[in-house]
């Protein structure tokens, strides 16, 4: 069984502040795939981010940077001065790379990110 | 723009009609999903469709039905539906289909069509 957590349910921040959205994974399966999606106001999920089980590696984007962490099965997303644009429903999610489930993309609950200009 | 079109954005209809959300990608993707996102929940997966053939349908009532005319187009068609229907639904594609190694497959979503069951 796979699952998502994201702890945070609502965050706000002022523009121009850092934050860090949270996400906590479960599996089983020894190779898998974590994704970030971004999900505004008019519906569209928005693909962010995919990351494989074996590349540890952080990775930045502009003021978007993901840190992966095997160990404490966590994959965090942290931007940098926000930005009012940001503000959405950022989704983490997980999806086995091969086997019967690999069809299928576990998402979290969802963390809900206000940037108050 | 988005690269996966969906009609109608918004759709209201009674618990007796019959209406259709339709779905559209020219990426070439062989993979498209059926999604229902009820208001502040995550996507469920309804449906998917790989090389145009159903391949999941995750226990969803028969009140609706799925179609893929083509590696293009998926159509959801819905009748008898009950308020509690009422949600965001979702169409997204993938590359290849969902076989065995298909996991690494980003899925591209649609915007969306939002439809209220009165």
């Known amino acids: 069984a796979q699952k998502v957590t994201q702890a945070q349910t609502e965050i706000s921040v002022v523009e121009k502040e850092d934050v860090t959205l949270d996400c906590v994974y479960e599996?089983?399966?020894?190779?898998?795939?974590l994704f970030w999606y971004k999900q505004p106001p008019s519906g569209e999920l928005v693909f962010l981010i995919r990351?494989?089980?074996?590349?540890?590696q952080n990775e930045i984007s502009g003021r978007y940077s993901w840190n992966f962490q095997k160990s404490t099965s966590s994959f965090n997303f942290t931007i940098t001065a926000s930005q009012v644009v940001d503000s959405a429903v950022y989704f983490c999610a997980l999806r086995p790379y091969s086997g019967a489930g690999s069809y299928q993309l576990t998402f979290g609950k969802g963390t809900k990110l206000s940037v108050i200009p | 723009d988005t690269e996966v079109t969906q009609t109608p954005k918004h759709l209201v209809m009674g618990m007796t009609n019959k209406k259709s959300l339709k779905c559209e990608q020219h990426m070439g993707h062989r993979a498209m999903y059926w999604y229902k996102q009820k208001a502040k929940k995550p996507p469920e997966l309804m449906f998917v469709?790989?090389?145009?053939?159903?391949?999941i349908n995750e226990s969803v009532p028969s009140r609706f039905s799925p179609e893929c005319p083509n590696s293009s187009l998926l159509n959801l068609h819905l009748h008898a539906l009950q308020p509690e229907d009422s949600a965001l639904y979702l169409c997204?594609?993938?590359?290849?289909?969902?076989?065995?190694?298909?996991?690494?497959?980003?899925?591209?979503f649609g915007a969306g069509s939002r439809l209220t069951v009165l």
């Open positions: 599996t089983r399966d020894t190779t898998y795939y």
């Open positions: 469709y790989s090389y145009e053939k159903l391949s």
């Open positions: 997204a594609s993938s590359q290849g289909g969902t076989g065995f190694s298909s996991g690494a497959n980003v899925l591209t």
């Open positions: 990351r494989n089980s074996f590349d540890e």
